[in-house]
């Protein structure tokens, strides 16, 4: 079945200590995106990718950055982790952007920061 | 500023229940609403797109709903196994381009 993997599921990491977090699609996407989810809270888009054209929103902090070295692989890089970015992070994919098709989204990583 | 506001925050129903749940807008222009199941601890589950205003699609016992101004999921005779929230998210014409911008979700709760 054509999906949008994530890895790990779980990921623990150390105030300030360097995280990557992974994310393939079987979908042949042309778009991937990245997406923090708090507790009770609505997904908030980071970023996105539309082939290796890099989108950034605009209130997404320098600490977060993302790699599409493939049209199958993400990867979200946090540098300096604080206790605020411990959450949920979606990868989702669509065909395009803009042209009303559905996000699919992948099971996501939990991150905890100790 | 565009925004989407779900109610209620959550709802408990017994099995056999019916009840709708609701999704507010206020864009700019409408390109799509997004209806999503989400379970705890895993990623959103794409269930209906709508367009237009008077557009209904269907998928066992849900049915969404929309008019210029908001959108329904009605839920017709729940079970136990629909428990989860649910996210609307709207895509909006001319804005970020991809971007969903969702709702805080309705929590359901069914008990059998």
């Known amino acids: 079945d054509a999906m949008v993997i994530q890895n790990p599921r779980y990921q623990v990491t150390q105030f300030g200590k360097p995280v990557t977090l992974s994310c393939s699609q079987t979908l042949n996407h042309n778009v991937m995106y990245w997406y923090q989810q708090k507790s009770s809270q609505a997904p908030k888009l980071l970023f996105h990718y539309y082939d290796k054209d890099f989108n950034n929103e605009a209130d997404t902090p320098d600490n977060f950055q993302s790699r599409r070295p493939n049209t199958s692989f993400c990867f979200l890089d946090i540098r300096s982790p604080g206790l605020g970015d411990a959450a949920m992070y979606l990868c989702?994919?669509?065909?395009?952007?803009?042209?009303?098709?559905?996000?699919?989204f992948g099971p996501g990583t939990r991150l905890t920061v100790l | 500023e565009d925004q989407v506001t779900q109610s209620p925050e959550a709802l408990r129903l017994q099995e056999g229940e019916s009840s709708s749940l609701n999704c507010s807008y206020t864009?700019?222009?409408?390109?799509?609403l997004f209806w999503y199941r989400q379970d705890p601890g895993k990623g959103p589950e794409f269930l209906f797109t709508?367009?237009?205003a008077g557009e209904e699609k269907e998928k066992e016992r849900l049915k969404a709903t929309l008019t210029k101004k908001e959108s329904f999921l009605h839920i017709t005779a729940p079970k136990p196994e629909d428990s989860a929230t649910y996210l609307c998210?709207?895509?909006?014409?001319?804005?970020?381009?991809?971007?969903?911008?969702f709702g805080k979700g309705t929590k359901l709760s069914v008990k059998p």
């Open positions: 864009v700019s222009g409408l390109r799509g």
């Open positions: 998210a709207v895509q909006v014409k001319g804005g970020s381009q991809g971007n969903l911008i």
């Open positions: 709508l367009y237009s």
């Open positions: 989702a994919t669509s065909r395009v952007t803009g042209g009303g098709d559905e996000q699919f």
